[in-house]
């Protein structure tokens, strides 16, 4: 294929980015009460909160999806049937977790360091899921790295933005199952040049999501949960990336347990 093909339609790449951030940029000067729907079942009260924030948020993960789709449609021809939606992926969960903690600030410095550094990672995703199309394109190396790198960020900013809003279990378990899930489907999928390994990220959906319960009860700072959760995610990937190397326990284990253990080890040394 042509070189020119393999390059970012630019002007396709501005207006999906200037409608994202132009959506979380206006939305703290938009005030819309919020609506509560709550639902009184025998022994338990189901309670939920709709703010505009979080409808922003969603709006933007559409936004994300559509704008990766329309981007890519200069490279259809590379794409086999369904293969596209595993490029939707990433940058919708990646637009989606920029509103999160946008939504809980006020407009301040630290409001607008999230905004700009959220702005540059949802870029990078942009690009990078746009190269690793072709796994042959020389820059393939390092757009799987970076994808990887921001998948992980993507999961520390939504736990520690979702502890940090105190809600429900019910709420923010189904987050966590999922995010973690398509995360690590990803990266494995990236890392081991577009091997499908499923299972390995149900397993890794299933134990991040039995460990979030139990911290959900802990008296757990949200950077310490945030960490103590991606590293578990990122040491679960490293043991399946491993294991389906070497074929055996014994030699997988052991670095995703020290990574395991730096992960946990400085979530307990950060001040309570």
Not at 35 to 47: A, D, K, N, S
């Amino acid at each position: 294929m042509s070189d020119s093909k393999k390059k970012l339609d630019t002007n396709r790449f501005s207006v999906v980015m200037a409608v994202i951030l132009l959506a979380y940029s206006i939305s703290p000067f938009i005030k819309i009460p919020d609506r509560e729907l709550i639902m009184q079942l025998p022994g338990f009260l189901f309670l939920l909160r709709a703010d505009y924030s979080g409808l922003v948020s969603i709006l933007s993960a559409g936004l994300g999806a559509t704008g990766m789709a329309w981007l890519l449609q200069t490279r259809s021809d590379e794409l086999a049937d369904g293969k596209e939606l595993e490029h939707l992926l990433l940058p919708a969960l990646t637009a989606w977790a920029i509103g999160v903690p946008l939504g809980a600030l006020e407009i301040n410095l630290q409001w607008w360091a999230v905004f700009i550094f959220g702005g540059f990672i949802l870029a990078a995703v942009f690009l990078s899921e746009f190269i690793v199309i072709d796994l042959d394109d020389q820059r393939a190396n390092l757009a799987i790295i970076g994808l990887s790198a921001v998948a992980y960020v993507v999961d520390l900013i939504l736990c520690v933005a979702l502890r940090a809003a105190s809600i429900r279990l019910y709420l923010t378990l189904p987050v966590y199952f999922i995010a973690a899930g398509v995360i690590s489907w990803r990266v494995l999928k990236l890392r081991q040049r577009g091997n499908n390994r499923m299972h390995w990220s149900i397993v890794t959906a299933i134990v991040t999501a039995q460990v979030a319960i139990g911290l959900h009860y802990l008296p757990v700072q949200p950077i310490q949960f945030g960490l103590i959760m991606t590293g578990l995610c990122y040491s679960i990937v490293v043991f399946a990336i491993a294991f389906d190397k070497e074929n055996a326990f014994k030699k997988s284990w052991l670095e995703a347990s020290l990574l395991l253990t730096l992960f946990i080890g400085v979530a307990l040394l950060l001040p309570s």
